[in-house]
């Protein structure tokens, strides 16, 4: 069975999933940077390049946060650069998510998180036409209107 959606559809989802990135991004960075870590012990830093987790939560919020923000504004506004900076968001995702396994280890969050990222992707590339199976404009256009 082919999972057909409209781009419509596709754009709200991607677009929902930008938007909930942006917000978390923002509250992992503010726990990172104002509560040392937001209860993430100390130890996960020992070895690495970072003393605390100011600079962490600076990319945090910064990098991820604001890539994914500015995904959700352009894909919002219907910019024509929407879906490349969607995909670069979704990178930076993935991106973020196999550094912080590498650095401080495995949590169930970050299979969440890479999941988003991964999904993000696959909207993209459906949205540009390289995962066609995702999306079938006219076919998913008429079932949108026949249940409508």
Known sequence: MML???????SAILLLLLTFNTVSSFGGAVLAIFFDGGGVPQEHLAGTWFPTFLAPGLILGFVL???HMVAAYALLTRRHWALLASAVAGFAMLIWIFTEVAIIGYS???SLYCGF???ELILVFALLGI????VSPAHADRQERADG
Not at 4 to 10: A, E, G, K, P, V
């Open 131 to 134: 995962a066609p199976a995702v």
């Open 108 to 110: 169930w969050l970050q």
């Open 65 to 67: 946060g604001g890539t």
């Open 117 to 119: 990222g991964a999904v």
């Open 4 to 10: 057909s959606l409209s781009s419509r559809t596709c």
